[in-house]
């Protein structure tokens, strides 16, 4: 009964907030539709298919025909945050840019995608045409700051903006040959001085890269060794963005190696020994530092000799398992993203600014 009378106050809500329709009113002129703090362009290519719902800081575009059907329609939403950790981890959401309104605050502009099909699908399993269009026009749509704001596209996204002074920190710590302890001190790896011993030039030997592991529409920073082989792509040092800082997440080293794998998934392969060995597959949160645990993979003769693979999940609880259905699971999480990292040679010549 509570569950009712909550959706009967939220469908209120929803019929309170103004709509704009396109099935007549928008022929044969592209449609310009303004929130307080910005707007979006909708082609005239898409007239007569689409219904409008506007907010204070939010404009949601819907699809008519499948709205009418009873199948939700929501194709996708344009969304001013103040603060990151308001969209950080809301499923379907990603950051297109930011917005800076005359008093100097920054609102990230974020794009939210539904989650669940929109469309009829008893009809065909395919999504309408003109259901496609509307939902492909959100990563591209045409955003303009208004009454005074200003819209940077990509702004507080690209690595090359946000990761200056980490990068330059480090090509320091390699020039001037810090050790084991002050590195490790200022959360870095120590393999950098490990390195800097076995190598005359290091900075050719150590690199970065900048990449969206978590898919939230901002680069993190991998720093890593430009190798071969299995060592291609390990990652000593990984940083990312949190309330638009720039923040530490995690060091590796030689028996403590970082990947990302399957694409979106970061890897930490360790080893306790001859007889132990395994790898940690995590996600990292976004606007945080948190690696959450997904699924952890070990070989550990210690504990069962004749049968040592284990697989523990989010819980932690460690299971046994046959040799091969092991490797089954774990062949999942196998394809390392092998980067090919940028010297910092290389960013020194650049002379960025």
């Known amino acids: 009964m509570k569950n009712k009378i909550l959706f009967r106050i939220l469908l209120a809500v929803l019929m309170a907030i103004p709509t704009i329709s396109c099935a007549k009113e928008c022929i044969g002129k592209d449609t310009i539709v303004k929130s307080k703090l910005f707007s979006i362009t909708i082609p005239k290519e898409l007239n007569k298919t689409y219904e409008i719902k506007k907010e204070k800081d939010k ?10 059907a009873g199948f939700g329609g929501f194709a996708f939403g344009i969304k001013a945050y103040k603060n990151p950790s308001d969209h950080a981890v809301l499923p379907g959401s990603r950051k297109l840019g930011e917005l800076t309104d005359k008093k100097g605050r920054i609102y990230d502009i974020v794009l939210k995608h539904p989650t669940d099909v929109q469309y009829d699908y008893t009809k065909s399993p395919d999504a309408p045409s003109s259901f496609k269009a509307l939902y492909e026009l959100g990563e591209n749509v045409n955003i303009q700051g208004i009454k005074g704001t200003i819209y940077h596209k990509d702004q507080g996204m690209k690595g090359e903006n946000l990761y200056k002074k980490i990068i330059q920190k480090h090509i320091a710590a390699i020039e001037e040959k810090w050790d084991s302890t002050k590195l490790e001190n200022e959360k870095m790896s120590y393999m950098y001085n490990v390195i800097s011993q076995t190598n005359k030039n290091p900075l050719n030997k150590i690199g970065y890269v ?52 399957d694409d979106s998934f970061i890897c930490n392969e360790y080893s306790g020994g001859a007889l132990e060995s395994g790898v940690h597959v995590y996600n990292l949160v976004e606007n945080s530092t948190e ?6 993979f070990k070989y550990d003769g210690y504990e069962n000799q004749k049968q040592p693979w284990f697989i523990a999940y989010s819980d932690n609880k460690w299971e046994s398992f046959s040799e091969k259905e092991f490797n089954e699971r774990k062949k999942i999480f196998e394809k390392y993203k092998r980067f090919n990292y940028i010297p910092f040679q290389n960013y020194l010549l650049k002379k960025p600014n």
């Open 210 to 261: 900048y990449y969206d592991v978590n898919v939230d529409g901002i680069d993190e920073l991998f720093i890593g060794e430009i190798a071969e082989g299995e060592w291609k792509g390990v990652i000593y040092d990984i940083y990312t963005m949190v309330d638009r800082k720039p923040q530490h997440v995690v060091s590796g080293g030689e028996r403590d190696r970082y990947y990302v794998c």
């Open 291 to 296: 690696l959450f645990p997904q699924v952890n």
């Open 59 to 68: 404009i949601s575009v819907y699809h008519i025909d499948s709205k009418k």
